[in-house]
């Protein structure tokens, strides 16, 4: 295989930072205001109009917004939460850390997302609730799941770190359960270097979960430490330390406004990979279902060694040799020792989340991307699949 050579590394996931973030977080710093303040608030405000319904508090991360949801649901040692094993860990830690028992339920091998028919077969007397992942930004089939969970009385969290611009049936996801929790991790569609949010249908519910994420204290800094004077707190929870600073807010801000610009310039970067890999070997996303949008987060390539003639990991060592940066999204959640250890769960119970994550292998994405860029990405993944 020849090897091409580019000055710079393609690193995968570089978000496009303009100088509108970097003037805001110069402003934070100047004003004296690092920590939870009015642009956290401000930032709330404005994912909360984008979604178009709903309630919303910041954090620290998408894991701290899981966890924090699960623990306002107020579920008890032993309940069960049914998840997808095609995940990021932290899915499964947040219904642990939350002191639940998680129970993992097969993907359809078409969308990688769970399964409805698959989540009915895992319900036991001890489900309490159903924790969806949009995997990539494709939206889950919320119908059913959410039948289910009216059948049930289930109560449902969803996890939409991939699909800030996701919609199902014209709703965006994140709207349908009791919470949604999204990422603004340095990779996401909109990001904050780290940082999270948690949705919620209810003031009553949102409120809890801020004071939950606060250490459990009643009245959080900005209102303690405003110009309306020092309010003095009471701790009614043992919360926990989840809370977004105003840094953080500052660059969200000004992506959030950029959000639908940057999608459509990731969608012109997908049309031209689906393009370029139509003769190629090797598995393409599947096409978006009616009435919904994909939120582009991830370009996965499915890499079955047989067809192809390398298997996943060959492929993304080549791709390094090209200079171009991958992902792997993800490992199926069994194949992890530590959960096989605890929950003895096996690779043949979810054999389609463990096919399809043991060849799937994610491509550069990001809106900073320029054609130029994904030329090279095109031209290296045609050259890893030569002989």
């Not at 078409?110 to 992942?133: H, W, Y």
Request: proline share 5%.
């Amino acid at each position: 295989m020849p090897v091409r050579s580019k000055d710079n590394f393609l690193v995968f996931g570089a978000p496009r930072i303009e100088q509108a973030e970097i003037d805001e977080v110069v402003d934070s710093m100047k004003s004296g205001w690092l920590g939870t303040g009015p642009k956290v608030a401000r930032f709330e405000k404005d994912f909360s109009s984008y979604l178009g319904s709903g309630h919303a508090a910041a954090c620290n991360s998408c894991t701290a917004a899981l966890h924090l949801s699960l623990v306002a649901l107020g579920l008890k040692p032993g309940d069960e939460v049914i998840t997808t094993p095609l995940t990021f860990c932290a899915s499964v830690n947040a219904i642990i850390h939350a002191g639940c028992t998680p129970v993992l339920a097969d993907i359809n091998p078409r969308t990688m997302n769970i399964d409805p028919d698959c989540i009915r077969e895992k319900i036991t007397s001890r489900t309490r609730a159903i924790l969806p992942v949009h995997f990539a930004g494709r939206s889950c089939d919320m119908d059913p799941i959410m039948a289910l969970a009216e059948e049930f009385d289930l109560k449902v969290v969803e996890d939409c770190a991939h699909a800030i611009e996701t919609t199902y049936k014209g709703q965006h996801a994140g709207t349908f359960g009791d919470f949604g929790c999204f990422s603004f991790y340095v990779t996401k569609n909109v990001c904050t270097g780290e940082g999270g949010m948690v949705m919620a249908r209810t003031e009553e519910d949102i409120q809890n979960v801020k004071v939950l994420g606060l250490h459990g204290m009643s009245a959080d800094a900005w209102k303690r430490f405003s110009d309306d004077g020092y309010k003095h707190y009471e701790v009614i929870h043992a919360g926990f330390k989840y809370n977004m600073m105003d840094i953080q807010a500052a660059i969200g801000i000004h992506q959030l406004k950029r959000v639908e610009e940057n999608f459509i310039r990731r969608c012109e970067i997908w049309d031209m990979y689906q393009e370029a890999f139509k003769p190629l070997t090797v598995g393409q996303p599947a096409p978006e279902e009616p009435n919904t949008r994909h939120a582009r987060h991830l370009y996965t390539l499915m890499l079955d060694p047989v067809p192809c003639g390398i298997d996943r990991d060959e492929f993304i060592m080549r791709m390094t040799r090209q200079n171009i940066g991958t992902g792997v999204h993800y490992l199926a959640v069994p194949e992890h020792p530590y959960y096989r250890e605890h929950y003895g769960w096996k690779l043949e119970d979810t054999p389609h989340a463990v096919a399809l994550g043991r060849q799937t292998v994610s491509l550069p994405l990001s809106a900073k991307l320029t054609d130029n860029d994904v030329a090279d990405v095109i031209e290296a993944v045609k050259l890893c699949l030569e002989d």
